[in-house]
């Protein structure tokens, strides 16, 4: 498949869904095609040439406005890119559009809808980019975590988000919240596909994985017991 073919198979998706899901801030679907057409002519630069990617609206992008979700910056264009879009581009990725989030990463509800059930919400701060990887609007886009921003609206929507440890990649030109918390997340629909967007291929042979006992403040009976089995059975844990 070419990088245009598949950019519009996103953008016809895109077309279908987005009047009811709500999951794009902004979208120019020339430009996203003029761009595929420019990755097809040339040699693949790494692993995500002409693969289009989804850009939360709070990471600073030079040639679509960044409104960080706020009607304060509507229409706001920065002057550069932050640095993961720089990457994105020099890895020969098409910057398909700025998906939404909630005005500046907080906990204003979201206008996106969850594409599993619309009554219910896609989470936050991230809503966009986990809602469009959940609808196949794209295989794989940016979010942002301070608290639970990329973890939670990847739980809700049914993808897999993957954030990093705090200062994996950096963040400038993304919009802070806080300094010491802010982190750059990345949302797919396989595991392999979040970690290649992070900036690496997946680690090969058995994966390390740690299991963290915190207080069950909020979960459900059933999301503990789960959480208790999958560890039991991952990592030999006394029941």
């Known amino acids: 498949m070419t990088s245009e073919e598949r950019v519009r198979e996103c953008l016809e998706r895109i077309e279908a869904q987005e009047g009811a899901l709500h999951a794009w801030a902004y979208l120019d679907a020339d430009a996203a095609i003029a761009q595929a057409r420019t990755r097809d002519a040339e040699a693949p630069r790494g692993p995500l040439h002409g693969l289009p990617v989804g850009v939360k609206d709070v990471i600073d992008t030079a040639d679509m406005p960044t409104g960080y979700g706020s009607p304060i910056y509507e229409g706001h264009r920065p002057e550069r890119d932050a640095d993961c879009v720089a990457w994105l581009r020099e890895q020969g990725a098409v910057i398909l559009g700025k998906t939404v989030t909630t005005e500046f990463a907080t906990y204003q509800p979201p206008v996106t809808v969850n594409p599993h059930d619309p009554d ?9 980019s986990a809602a469009a990887v959940a609808a196949g609007m794209v295989p794989v886009a940016y979010g942002t975590q301070t608290a639970g921003s990329v973890i939670r609206p990847a739980s809700f929507c049914g993808v897999v988000g993957f954030k990093p440890r705090h200062g994996w990649v950096s963040t400038a030109g993304v919009k802070r919240l806080s ?61």
């Open 120 to 128: 219910r919400t896609p989470g936050g701060s991230s809503s966009g």
């Open 179 to 239: 300094a010491r918390l802010d982190t750059l997340g990345t949302f797919g629909r396989t595991v392999a596909d979040a970690a290649r967007l992070a900036g690496f291929e997946p680690a090969a042979g058995e994966p390390r994985i740690a299991f963290c006992r915190t207080p069950w403040v909020e979960a459900a009976p059933e999301a503990e017991e789960a959480a208790r089995r999958v560890g039991a059975r991952e990592l030999e844990l006394p029941p």
